[in-house]
């Protein structure tokens, strides 16, 4: 099935140190992409999305790109912040027949010192 | 705007026990999913509903788990009985759209 696949943590870097979060997916179609963070003690909430190849989702100084030929969604942030720790989970949206449901990646943890 | 709302918080149960974890989504958004966490298996998708109608369940892990969607404004999440392997966080998602979620801060969920 649809499914994507994450490097996996900890990731411990500097404050204003560059960051890259790999992820690659599996799908039948075209799927939408995601990014969702998760600080500390809450649940996830949406960080960026693409729904289709070359977008580049952005936000937060975070951006990713839609690579159809590599099937990749790599997650980048030139500087990073102490306040960026937290774990970063890429996602993908398949289509399942009236409804759908995001498959999530396992997560990555980011922890940024001063 | 007060967000997905869970309860509870947290919850400490002996095995054998029966478990309810609630839900309160964000008024109009018509679909809800339950999601579980944790470090083995990272974030699993139990069920969703759209518009208070099972449409995935194929996540429930097993008979003892069940989920209920009876209005728009409320869901609950029971497991019966409760083993220690269920230990994990819980949580509820609503969504407005296609593919854009907003989660719960989950239930803590701790079976001694």
């Known amino acids: 099935g649809d499914s994507v696949t994450q490097m996996e943590g900890p990731v411990t870097l500097s404050e204003e140190a560059f960051l890259t979060i790999n992820c690659t997916y599996t799908a039948t179609g075209y799927p939408s992409l995601f990014w969702y963070v998760q600080y500390p003690g809450e649940g996830l909430q949406l960080l960026l999305k693409a729904t289709k190849a070359d977008d580049k989702g952005s936000n937060k100084g975070f951006e990713a790109t839609y690579r159809k030929e590599t099937t990749s969604f790599h997650l980048e942030k030139g500087s990073v912040q102490v306040s960026d720790s937290a774990v970063y989970f890429c996602a993908l949206s398949p289509l399942k027949g009236s409804g759908y449901a995001l498959n999530f990646g396992k997560g990555t943890s980011l922890l940024v010192t001063p | 705007d007060a967000g997905v709302i869970q309860s509870p918080r947290h919850e400490v149960t002996e095995m054998g026990q029966e478990v309810t974890l609630r839900c309160k989504p964000i008024?109009?958004?018509?679909?809800l999913f339950w999601y579980r966490q944790t470090m083995m298996r990272g974030l699993e998708l139990l069920i969703y509903f759209n518009n208070n109608v099972p449409i995935d369940d194929s996540g429930m892990p097993e008979d003892r788990f069940s989920a209920k969607m009876p209005n728009a404004s409320f869901s609950t999440l029971k497991i019966q009985p409760s083993e220690p392997r269920d230990s994990a966080v819980y949580f509820c998602?609503?969504?407005?759209?296609?593919?854009?979620?907003?989660f719960g801060s989950g239930t803590q969920l701790s079976v001694l």
């Open positions: 008024s109009g958004h018509n679909s």
């Open positions: 998602a609503s969504s407005p759209t296609v593919e854009k979620l907003f």
